[in-house]
């Protein structure tokens, strides 16, 4: 069990540090380079929660082809505090399994941040696809789709 926590948060931090995989040609999926509908895409709701505690819960929907499933996937969040400008930190949630089947599916990730103040009103939130591909001993992280954008974190109660 804490081999697969561990890896969770591996994961997490990995979507967090390394952002988006190069699409086609090594060209960033984008406005003008869209991911094609076919292949993995992640999307984060508009509206999370925080609760006085600190526990953040984030909500979206993710689809991947069994292709996709070359190794374990997951589906990692982190919330951010600061900006792009100023500098952001970045928090991990817990991770949940992906099911890489084609179809879409919903996703929920919790996570209590202790010693970090999150307030409800608009959060940087980054969700990530993320399969794990084994590197001989090492698994490392492959980006398939991600998704960052402002959350709207709404009162909940613990």
């Known amino acids: 069990m804490r081999a ?7 994961v997490a931090a990995a979507g967090a540090l390394l952002g988006p995989a190069p699409g086609p040609a ?8 869209p991911v094609p ?8 709701d508009p509206a999370g929660k925080v609760s006085p505690s600190g526990t953040v819960t984030l909500t979206g929907t993710y689809s991947c082809p069994a292709s996709s499933a070359t190794g374990p996937v997951f589906v990692s969040s982190s919330v ?5 400008d100023t500098g952001s930190v970045r928090y991990g949630l817990q991770s949940t399994v992906a099911q ?20 409800p009103g608009p959060t940087d939130v980054q969700a990530t696809l993320v399969r794990l591909d084994k590197h001989g001993w090492l698994p490392l992280p492959a980006i398939l ?11 909940a109660q613990d």
Do not use: M
């Not at 951010?80 to 792009?84: C, L, R, S, V």
């Not at 789709?145 to 009162?155: E, P, W």
């Open 26 to 33: 090594g060209a960033a999926p984008g406005p003008t380079n």
């Open 4 to 10: 697969t926590l561990v890896a969770a948060g591996a």
């Open 100 to 119: 890489c089947d084609g179809v879409s599916h919903s996703w929920s990730n919790q996570g209590k941040l202790s010693g970090v103040s999150i307030a």
């Open 80 to 84: 951010g505090k600061g900006t792009a």
């Open 145 to 155: 789709a991600t998704d960052r954008r402002q959350v709207n974190l709404l009162s």
């Open 37 to 44: 509908a076919a292949g993995p895409t992640i999307t984060t």
